[in-house]
């Protein structure tokens, strides 16, 4: 049965963004690797071949809120609170994602934080590298409108940084 919406700060909506570390986490167990993506993510080429060097080490990968280039983020200094957007990531770190579930909140409310805002500082605070995915792996927040992305040479986009659903349509 699918979950009831929910609207972004309500308690349900942080239990629903939750679920993706414990789905990584269970996905661990038997891969060696794992990729989430968020509802808003479409898939515009294989993301396991466009991959590369991003697969073979033990750091988190995520895209980054308005930071379009290839650069770790590890000790980020650049605007904003966090550069962690949790739509797209991959892992080969179980450590890393128990360093994360270990900082979940017991209990949430209007007033919790995002949960890629509780990951990024559990992972800062257990000095884990965390690295950007490729620039392939983009997202609405460097190329919305008016500008127009490379489609052909993406491998996935997320429509974040929209007001609202038919925007990201």
């Not at 934080?113 to 992972?123: G, K, M, N, S």
């Not at 460097?142 to 490379?150: A, C, D, E, K, L």
Request: contains cysteine; proline residues 8%; negative net charge.
């Amino acid at each position: 049965k699918a979950p009831p919406p929910s609207t972004v700060g309500a308690a349900r909506y942080h239990e629903i963004t939750w679920t993706k570390w414990l789905l990584l986490s269970i996905a661990l167990r038997e891969a060696r690797l794992a990729f989430f993506i968020d509802a808003d993510v479409v898939l515009l080429h294989n993301p396991f071949s466009a991959l590369g060097s991003s697969a073979r080490n033990d750091a988190m990968a995520c895209i980054s809120d308005g930071v379009p280039t290839e650069e770790l983020f590890y000790q980020y200094e650049g605007p904003g609170t966090n550069p962690l957007n949790s739509g797209q990531l991959l892992t080969c770190s179980a450590e890393a994602i128990s360093t994360i579930l270990a900082a979940m909140p017991a209990v949430f409310d209007a007033s919790s934080p995002l949960d890629q805002e509780v990951a990024y500082a559990a992972l800062q605070r257990s000095k884990r590298r965390i690295d950007r995915l490729p620039s392939r792996f983009a997202g609405n927040c460097w190329f919305g409108p008016p500008q127009n992305p490379p489609w052909c040479t993406l491998t996935t986009f997320h429509a974040h940084c929209t007001g609202s659903t038919a925007e990201k349509l």
